[in-house]
């Protein structure tokens, strides 16, 4: 298998992350009339209090630990605990919410 596709079998559900961003900036500056951290508040309050995981989440995290449990940052940050389906999880990601409501 092409080294691109196996990297693509693995990161299929994250293909879309790197210009998501750019996305919501480009179609609030054309469409918004909300102040950019007004709209992130929803995301930043479910960040900040938890979410129930899926089942589906919690079987392709489990599924994904053996080919990506070794490279770095990933037994710190996604591996330390892995879920299970309905557990509460609780991300640095309402900080990253918050940094993007202030920046955009």
């Given amino acids: ?16 992350v790197p210009g998501v ?3 919501w900036e480009a179609l609030h500056a054309k469409f918004g009339s909300l102040p950019f951290g ?3 508040e929803p995301a930043i309050e479910i960040a900040e209090r ?5 089942s589906i989440v919690a079987y392709k995290w489990a599924a994904a630990i053996p080919e990506l449990k070794d490279q ?3 037994s710190r940050y996604v ?3 892995r879920p299970r389906t309905g557990d509460q999880r609780v991300d640095a990601l309402s900080r ?3 940094d993007l409501a202030r920046a955009c």
């Fill in 1 to 16: 298998m092409r080294p691109w596709r196996r990297a693509f079998a693995l990161v299929w559900d994250a293909v879309t």
């Fill in 21 to 23: 961003i750019a996305g």
């Fill in 38 to 40: 007004d709209l992130m």
């Fill in 50 to 54: 938890g979410h129930a995981v899926a």
């Fill in 72 to 74: 770095p940052g990933n």
């Fill in 79 to 81: 591996y330390a605990a």
């Fill in 96 to 98: 990253s919410c918050k």
